[in-house]
Nanobody, 124 residues
Framework: QVQLVESGGGLVQAGGSLRLSCVASERTFSSYVMGWFRQAPGKEREFVAATRWSYGSVYYADSVKGRFTISRDNAKNTVYLQMNSLKPEDTALYYC?????????????????WGQGTQVTVSS
């Protein structure tokens, strides 16, 4: 069973920055699609960003494009989400997810493994 552990969430003022981390338990993640999703209270889980680990390809939701950056450190089996210029509407529980086979996807149901989530709260 693959395990994903997120960290780095917290409380920040609007305009501030946070960096989320997600450590994967398997080195075979080099071929996996890794994604970040978020879910605010009363809303559905939504796509934020994804990367095809071994190919370096990335994709972002329009709402975060230009503000968030997804990256990876293969040596540490870790994927990051650098979040800049944060807005109150970015407040949510942020999840890391992994897809074993397939292309980059914005659909949560296509991901096979999920972390427990890390809370991000942006105050105005």
């Amino acid at each position: 069973q693959v395990q994903l552990v997120e960290s780095g969430g917290g409380l920040v003022q609007a305009g501030g920055s946070l960096r989320l981390s997600c450590v994967a338990s398997e080195r075979t993640f080099s071929s996996y699609v890794m994604g970040w999703f978020r879910q605010a209270p009363g809303k559905e889980r939504e796509f934020v960003a994804a990367t095809r680990w071994s190919y370096g390809s990335v994709y972002y939701a329009d709402s975060v494009k230009g503000r968030f950056t997804i990256s990876r450190d293969n040596a540490k089996n870790t994927v990051y989400l650098q979040m800049n210029s944060l807005k109150p509407e970015d407040t949510a529980l942020y999840y890391c997810a992994a897809r074993k086979i397939g292309l980059l996807s914005t659909t949560p149901d296509l991901y096979d493994y999920w972390g427990q989530g890390t809370q991000v709260t942006v105050s105005s």
